[in-house]
Every structure is written in C-alpha cells, then in structure tokens.
C-alpha cells in the first residue's frame, strides 16, 4: 500500500528542516568510511597494543589479512535483570566469529543504571545523564580504530539511547543491537498496582508490598511491563538496526541464543570488507525515525522516548520535534493494550503477534516506511514475519494475519483508539506531554486548584497530614533537566492512583519525567520551559485553578493576565544536589538543553560551519505551535 499522506508529509518536513545537519553527518561518515579499514591505519605499536592479550588464532588474524573484527560494547551488570544474561555473551560472540573466520573483542563497557532501584532516591538525579556518559563511553570504546563492525549489549532506559548516540558517532560502521528478552510472567501488573495503592493509603505491611514486588521482579530478564526499556526494543526493530521480533524471546532458551548466533552472523557480514556494506549512520535515515515514532505511538510506548529519541536523531544529523510526534500520534492509531496501557506482560503481547502483527498492520496500512534499509536481508518486510527455530537456525514464516487476543493486540481496522499513545499539550505553561492512552476518557481533563511542590516528597507529606484538597492539580516543579537532571517521579503514582481511586480528581503537572510505567492519572509532564529556566511553572500559587485537557491537547493556568504578569518566580526550595555523587554532574545541569530538544548535556550531531553552538531555534520549524513562547515570563533569565 502506498504510504499515508500524514506519514509522508511528516517525513518531508523533517528532511527539509534536517537538510544541512544531515548532509553534514553523512559527509563526516563518508570521511571516516573512505580512509579504509580501520586496522590498516595503525601503526605496529598500536596494533601490537591491540592485540596483545588475544590467543594465537585472534592474533594472527589481527595481525594479517583483513578479516572483520568484531567490537563489542556491552552494558553488562548483574544487578539490572535485564542485562545478568550478558555475562557470558561476550564469549559465545567471540566463539560464534572464531567459527566464521573473523575476530570479536569487548570494546568496553558502558554504565547502565536502574530507575526502578533508584525511584525517589538522590541517585535518579543522575538517571538521564547516564544516557550521555553511555554515549561518551561507547565512542571511547569505539575510539582504538580495531573494528570493522559493532554489536551492542544494552536493554533498559537510558542505555539503548545511549548506545545509539555513541554508536552514531561512528556512523561508518555497521552496528547490530542483541537484547537479553524478558522475565517470564511473574503477578499480574494490576495486582501488584493495586497492592502498591494499598501500601499507600496505610492498608498493606512494608512485608506485603516487598512479596508482591519480589513476586513480579522475579528472575533474569527485562522487567515486563511495557515502559522505556521495551519501548527501546520495539524501536530499534523498527529502525532496522535490530533482528524482527528478536525483543520479547525469553533468557536461557534455544530461539534466544539462535538470535544471538544469528546478530553476530549479519554484523560480520555487512562490513566494508565485503560486498553488503550498511553502516549504521546510512541505516537511521529521516524515514527511519519516522518509523521509530510510529511504532511508539502504535503500541503506547514510554513517554521517555519524547526526549531520548529527539537526541538519537539529532546524533544522526536529524532534527526531530514534538510537533512531528504529535502529527504522527494523530495519525498512527493505538493498536496493543500492554502494561500500563492495558493488564497484559510483553509475554502475552508477543504471544498474541507481538511486533510481527503491528509491523504488518502498519506497513499495509501505510503508517510506516517500508523501502528503508535494515541489518535483516528480507528489509522491513521480514519484520512482519514470525520467526521459528529451524535445525539450531532463525527461520521466517509468514506473521500473524489475525490477532491471537483482540484484548491484546487489534489492527488498523479497528484500533483500540483511532490516535496514538502520547500528545502534546500547549498553553500558557509552556508545553508538556502527556501518555493519553494509559488514562480512562472520563479522567483525561480536569480543572481544579493547584498544589504546589518543589520536590515530590512534599505531596506525600501534604497527605500525611490531610492537606491536600479533595480535588487538585499537583503542580511539582524545578524537577527539570536544568534544576536537578529531571528525576523520575514515578514514586508518586501509588499516592495519585489511590486518591483517584476514592473518586477524588487529580492530576499532575510536572517539568520532571513520569516513567513509561506510569499511568492511570492524568499527567503533564516534561513541561517546557521548565522553572530553572523561569519557565511559567516557578508563576504558579497554591489554589490556582489548573485547566487540563487531554483530549483538547490545552494546559492552562486560570489567572488573569494582569495578576500573572505581575508575579515573580517562586525560588527552588529543594536542597542544592551535592551529595552522592550529585555534585559531578554540576556541568551536566548547567549546560543541558531543553526537554524537547532532547536534554542533552553533550555535543551531539555535526557542528555548525562556524564551529559554534547548534541554533535550535534557527533550525525547528515550530511554526504557530511556538506560542507558547509568548506566555508571559517564558525563559525569562534564559
């Protein structure tokens, strides 16, 4: 099918606004590309360093005719459970390219942290700066010119992001992504939700909660929910940097450890050595992008993406906004209910079609670029294929027509919304998100008096001690990248969902991030310009009527112009970040960009012609969607 007209025209504007980054990129790629392979260019002391702990094989190989060396960047810990299954990978890799005549090395290792260990604790404040010490750490690897070719091991929040911001650094190289899979089922997510609500309210034990807890985060594997780090899989699938429906295959079976066999396989295939070269940076074109966000919206991914996939773009020399997203969600219907969209794990959602079905249903449908190319021979076409274990092999067969659990998955023809997941509010605070598809209709606008807090601990405080009106708005602000690196608040769902619960209205407005978990409530979130940067969030009072409208796409603080533009913003009463670890990410707050530019801490993307800073205002076609810019006070010391 011919691809949609709203597809299309997203897709154009973003290649004519991304024309001279993009052309800038490729230009840079080609020149790393056309010096030849890498190892040709050491000399015998570097080389020598190179391999010097190799066995006699590797070495002689390194050492002589041109075989393909493998890096392997690797996120490996054994405290996240989705990355404990890459302990061992790194061996079988090897193994695997010992076996086809090439050579495999640990280029280095990234740090990979938690938000589900580190929820309400000083150590989220590092949580989104990890995503750019990942892509530092992964050029660094990268930086020794041994490779011809990369395979990264990376799942969870930040670190997928990452590792493709890095890996584009090196955009010459081919680069194929191996997730680990997910835990087997463990509680049901509602139940552990509702046991949380319960805790909450003082009606469940500490030992209660930590059983449910333990019952749901059982055993190896990515958690099962679907928030960031499943939203990373389903992208990197439709990118094309990442073997069709290789996300949702359990740890420790034969299909899984075929489709590791099968990664190291292609990315030693698709060198420069030989005659199928497809390097990364040339693979994540506009209309991959495109592809990435369409698949967000289809499946109600993790609002988290709003800002780690503008600065995967902007690595490739792409300039993506939230305006596009949104047309995209608009255009793209919701086709799956997982977790926290719906009651159902990834096991059941892949075992229902999984991301076989929706590829299909969207490329028939024309919601998604279908000429693009992929790591996988078949292009994205095989990605709307099942694949099978065939004699030790991956092996394709045609994908589901129909879904195998209409509560699960459904198609095009009849969506379980005719929009996607996410939208974007506008108004006179700014410009926020918000994850439309994890909330009930009924609960999707509200107007009520605003609570304000500079720290979320303090709404837990208000409830403590029966301050908190029956219906409000929770405005928690100088939670952006600026005031203390944009902490997850997702230690604040169990309070609202439990408040909402009683039939109260509430909602929240934040300019920190909300986990891709979180849901049921109504939350703006991400609000730009946030309050660090006198964004109109440090305006707000306590009993200021907030009007909230989900459906409407409208966040608007009730005050009249002339008393609004009469205030003076409210100071940060939050403790300055200094301790644990807090203090050495002071030049990360004071540089970041903007939510919707990404939060970047660090350069990203070709530079300009006169080597100065990126002009993001030069170069986003905001259009009339900047009005925002126009409230009064708007990035006031900025």
């Not at 079988?92 to 280095?108: C, D, M, P, W």
């Not at 969506?415 to 997941?421: H, R």
């Not at 730009?528 to 305006?539: F, I, K, N, S």
């Not at 990126?614 to 076609?621: C, F, G, H, I, V």
């Amino acid at each position: 099918m011919s691809l949609h007209p709203a597809i299309q025209s997203v897709t154009d504007r973003i290649v004519k606004r991304s024309a001279a980054s993009r052309r800038a990129y490729l230009e840079g790629i080609a020149r790393m590309r056309d010096e030849g392979p890498l190892r040709g260019r050491l000399s015998c002391a570097n080389l020598a360093h190179g391999f010097a702990a190799c066995g006699p094989v590797d070495k002689q190989r390194l050492r002589g005719a041109p075989t393909a060396n493998l890096g392997i960047v690797t996120a490996y810990n054994d405290m996240l459970s989705a990355h404990q299954p890459y302990e061992a990978y790194p061996e079988f890799i090897r193994e695997i390219a010992r076996g086809l005549g090439h050579t495999a090395q640990v280029a280095g290792g990234v740090p990979a942290m938690c938000d589900g260990v580190t929820q309400g604790r000083a150590g989220m404040e590092l949580s989104l700066f990890s995503r750019d010490v990942i892509a530092q750490a992964t050029a660094i690897a990268l930086s020794h010119d041994m490779f011809d070719s990369s395979v990264y091991l990376g799942i969870c929040d930040k670190i997928v992001p990452g590792l493709l911001i890095g890996a584009l650094s090196y955009g010459h190289l081919p680069a194929i992504f191996i997730p680990g899979g997910p835990m087997t089922p463990g509680i049901p997510n509602k139940t552990k939700a509702e046991v949380r609500e319960r805790y909450a309210a003082g009606e469940a034990t500490r030992e209660e909660l930590l059983e449910v807890e333990a019952q749901s985060y059982h055993s190896a594997g990515t958690c099962t929910f679907y928030g960031t780090a499943n939203s990373n899989q389903t992208m990197l699938e439709a990118m094309g940097v990442q073997l069709p429906s290789a996300a949702f295959i359990n740890p420790g079976t034969p299909l899984r450890e075929a489709f590791t066999r099968e990664a190291v396989e292609r990315a030693l295939a698709i060198t420069a050595l030989g005659d199928d070269y497809r390097p990364l940076g040339e693979l994540i074109d506009e209309r991959a992008i495109v592809n990435a966000v369409a698949m967000l919206m289809a499946t109600g991914g993790s609002t988290n993406h709003t800002i780690h996939w503008i600065a995967v773009a902007r690595a490739a020399g792409i300039v993506l906004t939230w305006d596009d997203m949104d047309l995209l969600s608009q255009t793209v219907p919701l086709l799956a209910r997982v977790y926290p969209n719906g009651e159902a794990d990834v096991n059941r959602y892949h075992a229902a079609g999984g991301n076989a079905y929706v590829f299909r249903e969207l490329l028939d449908a024309g919601l998604m670029h279908g000429d693009i190319l992929t790591v996988s021979e078949g292009g994205m076409q095989r990605y709307g294929e099942e694949p099978r274990l065939d004699g030790g092999r991956v092996h394709y067969v045609p994908g589901p027509a129909v879904s195998g659990d209409d509560g699960v998955l459904r198609p095009v023809s009849a969506p379980f919304e005719a929009q996607g997941g996410l939208r974007l509010l506008r108004g006179n605070l700014g410009r926020s998100l918000i994850k439309l598809s994890a909330v009930k209709p009924q609960y999707r606008s509200i107007e009520a008096p605003a609570v304000v807090v500079d720290a979320p601990q303090a709404l837990n405080r208000l409830h403590a001690a029966g301050a908190l009106p029956q219906d409000f708005v929770a405005v928690v602000r100088y939670q952006g990248p600026k005031a203390n690196g944009m902490p997850e608040l997702h230690s604040l769902a169990p309070l609202l969902g439990m408040l909402q619960n009683q039939g109260r209205r509430v909602a929240l407005v934040t300019d920190g991030r909300l986990s891709g978990a979180s849901g049921k409530i109504p939350a703006a979130i991400h609000m730009t310009p946030e309050a660090a940067r006198g964004g109109p969030l440090a305006y707000v009072r306590e009993g200021d009527i907030i009007r909230l409208d989900g459906e409407a796409g409208t966040l608007e603080a009730l005050v009249d112009a002339e008393e609004w533009a009469r205030r003076t913003a409210a100071p940060d009463t939050a403790p300055a970040p200094t301790d644990y670890g807090r203090n050495l990410f002071g030049f990360n707050r004071a540089n970041v960009t903007p939510a919707d530019q990404g939060a970047l801490s660090i350069s990203c993307g070709p530079a300009t012609t006169d080597g100065g800073a990126w002009d993001y205002d030069a170069e986003y076609d905001l259009g009339a969607d900047a009005a925002a810019a126009d409230a009064p006070h708007a990035e006031k010391d900025n």
